[in-house]
């Protein structure tokens, strides 16, 4: 064979084609390493830790209550909680800063001192503010990831409770405390406690996001992985079919 059928081979439309399917499964291959190793711990190791052991008392009354809670992106954390049974409503918004900045363009920069947040709203009578803290804890995000959730990195993707009254703050501290003492995570705990002073929703397209979007990449690799933790580690609090902002009308 002459070195003008060498050329010639090299250059046949199935050479070709074969060299970009190879690169096309190289690229792929890579791809998939670099966005597993991103993926949020939490999603890894989710799975029932011990209930908090100083909770709410039982309520009768029909009032709902609020429990503000930042984890990282908002998509996955409202996701996560509009699978929850007795949860009535999970918006996503931001909690830490002022309201003239509260906006994804200046928030996603990182100096504005708000936190993605999520309001979820629950029925006490169903489901206790600490049941709601257990979740969040393993199942929701990584605790003791400082500043950041997977591959999202800057203090608005802190981990922070904002409590609305003494006794949150109480039962939030103290399940912390006893999470700690247990050693359940390699290291400490980070999520920060501290007073809610206003929560500002999140703009229309930011609600239900992963809902209305299954299939985006990020979506697939971070947070559809929260809601199968959810249904395998709380089974008795899972609910198929998660409760919208669309149809609840709850955003602001």
Sequence with gaps: MTAHDNDARARSPRSAAWRLLVAAVVLLAGATFWLSRWQPRAAEIAGPIPAPIVDAAPVSGAEMQVAVLAGGCFWGVQGVFQHMKGVTSAVSGYAGGDKKSAHYNMVSAG??????????????????????????????????????????????????????????????????????????????????????????????????????????????????????????????????????????GTSN
Excluded: C, M
Excluded at 153 to 163: C, E, K, L
């Design 111 to 248: 100096t504005t001192g708000h936190a993605e947040t999520v309001r979820v709203t629950f029925d006490p009578r169903q489901i206790s503010y600490g049941r709601i803290l257990q979740v969040f804890f393993s199942v929701a995000h990584d605790p003791t990831q400082l500043n950041r959730q997977g591959p999202d990195t800057g203090t608005q993707y802190r981990s922070a409770i904002f409590t609305e009254n003494a006794e949150q703050a109480k039962i939030a501290k103290a399940y912390i405390e006893q999470l700690n003492k247990a050693g359940l995570f390699d290291t400490a705990i980070v999520t920060k406690v501290q007073p809610l002073e206003a929560f500002y929703p999140a703009e229309k397209y930011h609600q239900d996001f992963l809902v209305q979007n299954p299939a985006h990449p990020y979506i697939v690799i971070n947070d559809l992985p929260k809601v199968e933790n959810l249904k395998r580690a709380y089974p008795d609090v899972y609910r198929p079919d998660p409760v919208l902002v669309a149809t609840t």
